[in-house]
């Protein structure tokens, strides 16, 4: 086994993967002309003239048509200096549909299949005599792997069936879930366990004070400042079945900070635990002291989130794991 001068050419993240991966081989992979003895091109570059004349694996991608499960089948092909095919390393994709763990799994096997065959060309300088048939796909460059990374089933956007779903106001979505699971566990915290019925209920009964709070307007924004807690959980959802924009707070920020944040955002209600020092200086609920017990006048439990039309944002809340 001949200890190879190589010369790696290209941009791509996969060939860099690959220089790291033959680093254990023994081969000196920054070899300079005259002593190259294998140059190995991903197709990103073009290849100086006085390089051409030596032993060359071109390297090229080729993304087929769609399978089943929404990412493309790939092909592999190496071709040697005359542009002649050697070999061909043929991709399947993943059944979960997940753009980037193909492209792990494309460069994973592009580099064991490499390797292979620079270890036989230094055992046997005539290796690359060897011809293979490939697909009439067009290909590119190893670059084009990195774009599958953003590939994934549920991106596609013409399947009539994602497309309902995407319709479907996400406080609907929620309240099925709710439905449907509502003697699971949905919260365990210090000590407590509530299920989705219990939080649904809890929920239910902070929206029936909060909402007539909330004037006319497109979607009015409550903040929300409190502890990991039932009632932290509860409020966002009340918020959100208010038609609200919730504003999370956390607890431990200085004043100012939250003051500031409160009067930038327009918040309309502060829902906190009664202690919060700027109560004075906006309209405030005193989550804690409200419970299921408030829900009045319904012995089947509802959840009455109000589904409207506008367009709702929605941040992240502290203490939410």
Known sequence: MRRLGIRLLGTSAALDELR???????????????????????????????????????????????????????????????????????????????????????????????????SGFSRNPGHFAQRASASTVPEQSLEGLDGLAYLHRFNRTDDPGLMQKARTPLIKQLEHGLRTFADRPALEIAGLTLSYR???????????????????????????????????????????????????????????????????????VLLDDGQHPLRRHFMAVDVSRIDSQHVAGREKVELLFEVNRLSISYGPCNGIA
Not at 260 to 265: F, P
Request: charged residues 10%; glycine residues 8%; negative net charge.
């Open 20 to 118: 790291q991966a033959l680093a254990p081989y023994g081969h000196e992979l920054a070899a300079q002309a005259p002593a190259i003895d294998l140059l190995i091109e991903d197709g990103s570059q073009p290849v100086p003239q006085a390089l051409a004349g030596m032993a060359v694996m071109s390297l090229r991608l080729s993304i087929g048509a769609m399978s089943e499960w929404g990412l493309p089948v790939l092909q592999i092909r190496c071709y040697d200096r005359l542009q002649q095919l050697l070999a061909v390393l043929d991709i399947a994709p993943p059944s979960c549909g997940n753009g980037q763990q193909l492209r792990r799994q494309a460069i994973a096997r592009l580099i064991e299949w490499v390797a292979l065959q620079v």
């Open 198 to 268: 219990q939080l649904l209920r809890h929920s239910l009964a902070i929206q029936q004070v909060l909402q007539p709070l909330l004037g006319p307007g497109q979607a009015p924004v409550v903040g929300i400042c409190l502890d990991k807690s039932a009632g932290l959980y509860a409020s966002i959802l009340a918020t959100l079945g208010c038609g609200a924009v919730y504003l999370p707070l956390e607890p431990g920020h200085p004043l100012p900070r939250q003051q500031a944040m409160l009067e930038n955002a327009g918040a309309v």
